[in-house]
């Protein structure tokens, strides 16, 4: 293997590491979401396709008040949501949303808490 392979291996796996901490990083975010609001957890479709990733096949389903919004999860970080119910149903309320529907629905979400103020303290 030359000089140049092994750089270019190193790069994909450093770039692949980067991408995976960044899935997990969004995952926790999700974790604790799930425990704000009404979530379930729940299976993909059975055949999404040739080109899908069988470890990513579970769904998390949060139930906003702005409407429903779901994250595909790593099978690996499942025990990061064993405080949800599995719901054999695949994504139940799933309108066909876009991922940009998707966000919208979350920052469209109402502050549910005061500003937190200094006190005075003399």
């Known amino acids: 293997m030359t000089n140049e392979e092994i750089s270019l291996r190193t790069q994909v796996r450093n770039l692949t590491q980067a991408k995976d901490d960044a899935y997990a990083e969004r995952d926790r975010l999700v974790a604790a979401l799930s425990k704000l609001f009404p979530s ?14 069988k ?18 999860i790593h ?10 119910l599995r719901v054999g149903l695949v994504c139940e309320g799933y309108d ?8 919208r629905r979350l920052w469209s979400l109402p ?6 103020v200094p006190q005075d303290t003399d």
Not at 96 to 103: L, Q
């Open 40 to 53: 379930h957890l729940t299976q993909h479709t059975p055949d999404p396709g040739p080109d899908w990733d």
């Open 55 to 72: 470890d990513w096949m579970t769904v998390v389903c949060i139930h906003l008040p702005t409407g429903q919004v779901t994250w595909h």
């Open 75 to 84: 099978k690996a970080e499942i025990s990061w949501f064993d405080h949800l």
């Open 96 to 103: 066909g949303y876009s991922t940009n529907e998707k966000y």
């Open 111 to 116: 502050v549910m808490w005061q500003p937190i």
